[in-house]
């Protein structure tokens, strides 16, 4: 069978970005860096240009406390959600990257396995900590961070297909390439790459786009939820699903479908919450004002 330059291209990735003596600095693991550089540098050009009010010192505050709700909901994610009967079996795995056995004793078995959906709950639920420590205006500060959100996700796709890992179906279309990892010589879809271009850079051009227009202004994070979960519930069906799970929840449904549904769902309830909340406060004519907003005397 003839390939291209195209199908093979996984096949000339190295995981590896630098090494450091007998370190070596994984290319996934600068992804995450780049990640969270480039929602902190967008989080703090709209904050200027809208005059939000946000500090450097608040925005580097709650910066740390998102970073860590992602890695630690990350990791608890993928553990509750795609492996729990193992992690059960061998809890210490959950935060070492050691196992034991009988005969070989403890022995070094790595670190793998972060979920998308966990990272995107802590993330939330630490941020909101980092928000009310930090006295920052709840609603504005959860719009800009899920305005952000999926240029940095684009990064970590990006460092998905570097490494060969998460690739999708065997399919016979040209668009197809050979991961290694999959072990054989099948064209398999580069899922991470569709990924990284619908709910990473079409949503956020999307989002972006909207966040113009005073009807969503302020709806970025319900409207994160139900586009990001409409565009993973469909190219879910060119990923290839965990092993251990396969397509058997609700209706053949993959996990990560069923985690996306979820989504939706939580997005418009968010987005109906949050429109009437604002009918309600201008309304009332107390609309939420800019943190900056002082008042004049007169």
């Known amino acids: 069978m003839h390939f291209t330059w195209w199908n093979l291209i996984p096949t000339n990735f190295d995981g590896t970005a630098i090494q450091l003596g007998n370190f070596p600095v994984r290319w996934y693991g ?10 902190y540098a967008l ?34 994610g993928y553990v509750c959600f795609y492996n ?12 070492t990257p050691f196992r034991y056995d009988p005969v070989l004793g403890f022995h070094f078995v790595g670190i793998s396995g972060m979920s998308y959906h966990g990272g995107l709950i802590g993330a939330t639920l630490f941020g909101i900590i980092g928000i009310h420590r930090n006295k920052m205006p709840l609603f504005e500060v959860l719009n800009l961070g899920f305005l952000a959100v999926p240029l940095g996700y684009g990064w970590g796709r990006w ?11 065997v399919t016979t279309s040209p668009i197809g390439m050979i991961f290694p990892l ?15 271009f619908f709910e990473g850079i079409v949503l956020f051009t999307v ?39 396969g397509r058997h929840d609700f209706l053949g449904m993959s996990r ?8 939706i769902i939580v997005g418009i309830i968010l987005f109906i919450y949050q429109y009437r909340r604002q009918n309600r406060l201008e309304a009332s004519g107390t609309a939420a004002k800019p943190a900056s907003a002082k008042k004049v005397k007169k």
């Open 207 to 245: 989002l972006f786009t909207l966040h113009h227009f005073k009807f969503f202004k302020k709806q970025m994070m319900p409207l994160y939820l139900m586009g990001y979960g409409t565009f993973r519930f469909f190219i879910e069906f060119f990923r290839r699903p965990d092993v251990q799970l």
């Open 84 to 95: 729990p009967a193992h992690y059960l079996a061998n809890p210490l795995e959950i935060i």
């Open 159 to 169: 460092g998905n297909f570097v490494n060969g890992e998460l690739y999708g179906e």
């Open 182 to 196: 999959s072990g054989d010589l099948n064209l398999h879809h580069p899922s991470q790459l569709y990924e990284m």
């Open 30 to 39: 600068l992804m995450y860096l780049f990640a969270f550089a480039t929602c």
């Open 256 to 263: 990560g479908q069923t985690l996306c549904t979820v989504m």
């Open 43 to 76: 989080i703090w050009y709209v904050n200027r240009k809208e005059k939000i009010g946000i500090t450097k010192e608040q925005l580097d505050s709650f910066a740390t406390w998102v970073i860590a709700g992602i890695l630690i909901g990350a990791r608890l």
